[in-house]
Antibody, heavy 127, light 110 residues
Framework: EVRLVESGGGLVKPGGSLRLSCAASGFAFSTYGMNWVRQAPGKGLEWVSGMSGSSPYKYNVVADSVKGRFTISRDDAKNSLFLQMNSLRAEDTAVYYC??????????????????WGQGTMVTVSS | QSVLTQPPSVSAAPGQRVTISCSGGSSNIANNYVSWYQHLPGTAPKLLIYDNNKRPSGIPDRFSASKSGTSATLGITGLQTGDEADYYCVTWDTSLSAVIFGGGTEVTVL
């Protein structure tokens, strides 16, 4: 079964740090681009960050709202994606999802087409 | 305020058709692929449409989409109570170098 499972969420004070993890199983993780998307309470979906897999076209991008504070990384040997979140603010409070780039028939659509999502992990930034 | 503009809500009776618009600009919709998602509270978003108008396997043909210029549209025919959800358009913005989501549209089946 193709699956993504997030972990690492929790309650943190403003200015604090958290590291989210996303464990992948059931597919060749290293070959896929991966992303983080969040949803704040009562708000819509917001893309956070994405990075390429083993394709020749490499990318590592983050949204302006988290630039300089969040870092995406991956460990293909452990089939895992990470999001290091520093200098957290109240407005970072959200459910964080990891998501796989959709690649039907080997052609990948990295501009927001994500076919597999985790169940999400809640991050609450509050004093 | 999202770069992509969607109506906050649309509604229709069971069996009817609804359309959801997504308005953007030259740096996003006009020159990049558009995807659409269905999102039920407490669940993972589901990819309905990719590459402007293609459906992943398993998505019924009641869901269709199109793109023209700086706008995209999602259509749902034969509306069912199970279609009640939030729907989002999404694309790449070349100027922002970022994936951008629309603000979302809540679909209500009357």
């Amino acid at each position: 079964e193709v699956r993504l499972v997030e972990s690492g969420g929790g309650l943190v004070k403003p200015g604090g740090s958290l590291r989210l993890s996303c464990a992948a199983s059931g597919f060749a993780f290293s070959t896929y681009g991966m992303n983080w998307v969040r949803q704040a309470p009562g708000k819509g979906l917001e893309w956070v960050s994405g990075m390429s897999g083993s394709s020749p076209y490499k990318y590592n991008v983050v949204a302006d709202s988290v630039k300089g504070r969040f870092t995406i990384s991956r460990d293909d040997a452990k089939n895992s994606l990470f999001l290091q979140m520093n200098s957290l603010r109240a407005e970072d409070t959200a459910v964080y999802y990891c998501a796989r780039v959709y690649c039907p028939d080997g052609v990948c659509f990295s501009g927001g087409a994500f076919d597999i999502w985790g169940q999400g992990t809640m991050v609450t930034v509050s004093s | 305020q999202s770069v992509l503009t969607q109506p906050p809500s649309v509604s229709a009776a069971p069996g009817q058709r609804v359309t959801i618009s997504c308005s953007g600009g030259s740096s996003n919709i006009a020159n990049n692929y558009v995807s659409w998602y269905q999102h039920l509270p407490g669940t993972a978003p589901k990819l309905l449409i990719y590459d402007n108008n293609k459906r992943p396997s398993g998505i019924p043909d009641r869901f269709s989409a199109s793109k023209s210029g700086t706008s995209a549209t999602l259509g749902i025919t034969g509306l069912q109570t199970g279609d009640e959800a939030d729907y989002y358009c999404v694309t790449w913005d070349t100027s922002l170098s970022a994936v951008i989501f629309g603000g979302g549209t809540e679909v209500t089946v009357l």
